[in-house]
């Protein structure tokens, strides 16, 4: 079966870093695009990053440009999420998750097929 496992969450204080790592088995990796979402609580599930097929091409929110990057191996069947300059807005659980879907609705939680457990990141003040 598909599994994806994400770690590397935590608290940290305002203006540090994390970086989320997120392991797949069960899939072929290199034929998925993946994605890292996030969802705080009350609010949304909230695109964050994506990357493409073979890590050539990445996309990221507006509200995290400049601070996280998302990077793959796909010869480990990995995807991580390095996030710097962390805000208390960026609390919440981070979610790792694969589609086929076309470039335009990446954005899109619905176009995923497979998702994570989730791994809590808190921001403190």
């Known amino acids: 079966q598909v599994q994806l496992v994400e770690s590397g969450g935590g608290l940290v204080q305002a203006g540090g870093s994390l970086r989320l790592s997120c392991v797949a088995s069960?899939?072929?990796?290199?034929?998925?695009?993946v994605g890292w979402f996030r969802q705080a609580p009350g609010k949304e599930r909230e695109f964050v990053a994506h990357?493409?097929?073979?890590?050539?091409?990445?996309y990221y929110a507006d509200s995290v440009k400049g601070r996280f990057t998302i990077s793959r191996d796909n010869a480990k069947n990995t995807v991580s999420l390095q996030m710097n300059s962390l805000e208390v807005e960026d609390t919440a659980v981070y979610y790792c998750?694969?589609?086929?879907?076309?470039?335009?609705?990446?954005?899109?939680?619905?176009?995923?097929?497979?998702w994570g457990q989730g791994t809590q990141v808190t921001v403190s003040s």
């Open positions: 990357s493409r097929r073979n890590g050539g091409q990445t």
């Open positions: 998750a694969t589609t086929r879907a076309v470039l335009s609705a990446i954005r899109d939680a619905q176009s995923y097929n497979y």
């Open positions: 069960g899939l072929t990796f290199s034929t998925y695009g």
